[in-house]
């Protein structure tokens, strides 16, 4: 439930702060925030669960909470290295996800282009279906 709600909003300060406190102008700090908020949401989304799972099971009482704050620490690091990052080849990953004008696609709607999909798909299909006797060479 935490990581639901309080991480995004956690992101979504943490990339605008930074954004801002690098002298970045508005338009900046959004290009960098449609960059850099899906591929960290996303990265810790998988770990702080697990990392949740394993304080609550294995960690005594006495100690969880240095656990957390030395995983508060990390994934601070890890989020000034994600914004450090700019264009990474590992974040075009996730732009993959994003509609395909946001993306700089061909403009049309992403109803055509699933149409142009399934289109592809089906000669695809029929094209492996042809008997190879059928050919005319």
Not at 34 to 51: I, M, S
Not at 52 to 80: K, M, T
Not at 84 to 99: E, G, L
Request: glycine residues 8%.
């Amino acid at each position: 439930m935490d990581g639901l709600i309080f991480g995004p909003i956690d992101l979504l300060v943490f990339f605008t702060y930074m954004g801002y406190a690098t002298g970045k102008n508005t338009a900046e700090v959004k290009e960098g925030l449609k960059r850099d908020f899906l591929p960290a949401l996303a990265l810790e989304g998988g770990a702080w669960p697990l990392l949740q799972i394993a304080n609550f099971r294995y960690v005594p009482v006495q100690y969880q909470l240095l656990y957390v704050n030395i995983f508060c620490l990390v994934d601070s690091a890890f989020l000034s290295w994600v914004e450090q990052q700019k264009d990474a080849a590992w974040k075009q990953w996730f732009t993959s996800f994003q509609p395909l004008k946001e993306r700089g696609g061909h403009g049309g709607d992403m109803a055509k282009e699933m149409s142009y999909d399934r289109l592809r798909v089906v000669l695809l299909v029929e094209t492996l279906q042809t008997p190879q006797g059928m050919n005319n060479n």
